[in-house]
């Protein structure tokens, strides 16, 4: 029984990208604008205790489509403002009194607003800035059922990023933050914290036709605070490392972003579902 | 006629329009993605002949050149297109005009 509330509470962590890169590239330009539409699936039938991987005699489980509309106005190159609206849909198993009961739910998550000022230093063959990106979470996700998209709480994230650009390597440094509300039946996600690291080359660019490649890695290392005990949302507290390439295409004012993150680390507080590695495809116009 | 003679006469053609060419080298101009902007804005300004490269404006990552065509009926407005750079994002430093061979000329004297 024990066995089976401990099991019932956890879960993985919900999707919360906290940094606000709206692609982060563009537009710097005054009175700019662009959205994007990414597609984001993670999960795993892999159960974990600590960092070890577990018997998992009840099948639990839990995966996650998450489709973010994204958009970005530049009032001008220090000042950006940017929304997050996420279509979720998640699945899982739970282990409830003794048995693995199958859940399923989905809906608009909780919107992201972000406001990224940044500072520009152009020199020469270099780009770079630094941003430092207040954002508010509001709960406009579901909170009720027994898998909510939501745990109805308002958050508030703080992001600081640095990136550097020449023609032929890109960095970006993405550390962040997210203070999580009180939400709703009692429910509240543990804060929580994490870095960004994105280095590669930009290999080919074709200056006829403004089109271009950038190849790049991408490693994330997050930690989770533990939630309340009551969230019937989240997992434990615990950290982990993804890390996997990168690959952009743009043409004149359009982008797409192919990202693989492959769990490299993870450590979970308790017993926990790991969150497994993650894929991304992204498609963005600028204006 | 002979090869030459027509080599001669198309480069006699094309020397009004190449001479209306201008270069601007931009700090930190090293992403076309990340400049749509100030193509965007540059290929507004009334000056700009639209006919030539992408709506008279051409990126060069490699050595942070922006090519310009100006129409040959209207004047570069220097200023403007400092400013059109500017609100883009990035920062110009100097322009020069463009040789019939598409090399730098000379150094246009500007003082905002």
Same mark, same amino acid.
């Given at each position: 029984m024990r066995l089976s509330i401990t099991l019932f509470i956890l879960i993985v962590a919900a999707p919360a990208n906290a940094h606000q890169?709206?692609?982060?590239?563009?537009?710097?330009?005054?009175?700019?604008?662009?959205?994007?539409?990414?597609?984001?699936?993670?999960?795993?039938n892999d159960l974990m205790r600590g960092s070890d991987s577990i018997d998992n005699p009840f099948g639990i489980e839990r995966f996650v489509d998450t489709t973010w509309l994204e958009g970005v106005y530049t009032f001008d190159r220090s000042l950006r403002m940017t929304i997050k609206v996420p279509y979720i849909n998640q699945r899982r198993v739970a282990a409830i009194n003794g048995m *693995?009961?199958?859940?399923?739910? =989905?809906?608009?998550?909780?919107?992201?607003?972000? &406001?990224?000022?940044?500072? /520009?230093? %152009? #020199?020469?063959?270099?780009?770079?800035?630094?941003?430092?990106?207040?954002?508010?979470?509001?709960?406009?996700?579901?909170?009720?059922?027994?898998?909510?998209?939501?745990?109805?709480?308002?958050?508030? *994230?703080?992001?600081?990023?640095? =990136?550097?650009?020449?023609?032929?390597?890109?960095? &970006?440094?993405?550390?962040? /933050?997210? %203070? #999580?509300?009180?939400?709703?039946?009692?429910?509240?996600?543990?804060?929580?914290?994490g870095l960004d690291i994105n280095v590669g080359l930009h290999p080919w660019h074709n200056n006829e036709n403004n089109s271009g490649v950038f190849t790049l890695w991408d490693i994330s290392a997050r930690h989770d605070e533990a939630p309340n005990a009551q969230n019937l949302t989240t997992a434990s507290g615990g950290d982990r490392v993804q890390t996997g390439p990168v690959l952009v295409y743009y043409r004149q004012n359009f982008m797409a972003r192919a990202e693989i993150k492959l769990l490299a680390y993870e450590r979970v507080d308790g017993t926990s579902a790991s969150r497994g590695s993650e894929y991304s495809l992204a498609f963005g116009l600028t204006f | 006629m002979s090869g030459k003679t027509i080599i001669a006469a198309l480069l006699l053609l094309s020397a009004p329009v190449l001479a209306s060419d201008f270069v601007v080298h931009v700090h930190g101009l090293v992403c076309s993605f990340c400049a749509h902007g100030v193509s965007k804005n540059v290929s507004k300004l009334p000056f700009i002949d639209q006919s030539k490269y992408t709506k008279g404006v051409k990126v060069e990552i490699e050595n942070q050149k922006l090519t310009i065509a100006v129409s040959p009926d209207r004047d570069l407005d220097i200023p403007a297109l400092f400013e059109a750079i500017t609100s883009g994002g990035y920062d110009p430093v100097d322009i020069w005009t463009v040789t019939a061979a598409g090399e730098l000329d000379e150094l246009v004297e500007y003082k905002p």
């Open positions: 890169p709206v692609m982060d590239m563009a537009p710097r330009w005054a009175d700019g604008y662009g959205f994007q539409l990414r597609q984001v699936h993670f999960g795993s *693995g009961v199958r859940q399923q739910s =989905s809906g608009i998550g909780d919107v992201v607003l972000g &406001l990224p000022f940044k500072r /520009y230093k %152009n #020199q020469g063959a270099t780009t770079q800035n630094w941003a430092i990106t207040p954002s508010i979470r509001i709960p406009t996700g579901s909170s009720s059922g027994d898998f909510p998209i939501s745990d109805g709480s308002w958050d508030v *994230g703080l992001s600081i990023s640095h =990136s550097r650009e020449t023609p032929r390597l890109y960095q &970006l440094y993405d550390l962040y /933050y997210w %203070n #999580q509300g009180s939400g709703k039946r009692g429910m509240r996600t543990g804060n929580s914290w | -």
